[in-house]
């Protein structure tokens, strides 16, 4: 259990927001303090309705967005860009330049795959 103090009565924005923000201390912990693997993981239970309807569907009214997209941000995969000079595997793999992709990594075993079928877009009737 970890306990926080809360606003007073007059200050307090209200229920729904100290539970939507302790979900959020919670999951903060869990980043910074647990090893988590990429595939793991994290539930959290609360009593708020509101609150598990807030994380289960990413939907929350525009007051509460600053606590949705940092815990989204604590729990997703990050795309960075490198530029394609400084990432040669990369840059030759989008150009399907294999040669030069097993020159700098012989090992490398390069496959093709099939999106899943939600990201080739919308279904023509």
Same mark, same amino acid.
């Given at each position: &259990? ?5 606003? #007073? ?6 229920? @729904?927001?100290?539970?939507? !923000? /302790?979900?959020?201390? &919670? ?7 647990? #090893?988590?693997? /990429?595939? &793991?993981?994290? /539930?959290?239970?609360?009593? *708020?309705?509101?609150?598990?309807? &807030?994380? *289960?569907?990413?939907?929350?009214? +525009?007051?509460?967005?600053? $606590? $949705? ?5 604590? !729990? ?10 400084? *990432?040669?595997?990369?840059? /030759?793999? #989008? ?10 990594? +012989? #090992?490398?075993?390069?496959?093709? @795959? %099939?999106?899943? %079928? $939600? ?7």
């Amino acid at each position: &259990m970890f306990p926080m103090p809360t606003s #007073s009565p007059t200050t307090s924005p209200g229920i @729904f927001y100290q539970e939507a !923000l /302790a979900v959020l201390s &919670m999951l903060h912990w869990c980043t910074s303090h647990l #090893s988590l693997p /990429a595939h &793991m993981h994290v /539930a959290i239970f609360s009593d *708020n309705a509101n609150t598990v309807g &807030m994380f *289960n569907s990413l939907r929350v009214q +525009p007051d509460y967005n600053g $606590l $949705l997209t940092t815990a989204v941000d604590l !729990l997703l995969l990050r795309a960075l860009h490198i530029p394609g000079d400084d *990432n040669t595997v990369a840059n /030759a793999l #989008s150009h399907c330049h294999f040669d030069i992709t097993y020159s700098v990594v +012989p #090992s490398l075993c390069v496959t093709t @795959f %099939q999106p899943p %079928q $939600l990201t080739l877009g919308v279904v023509q009737l």
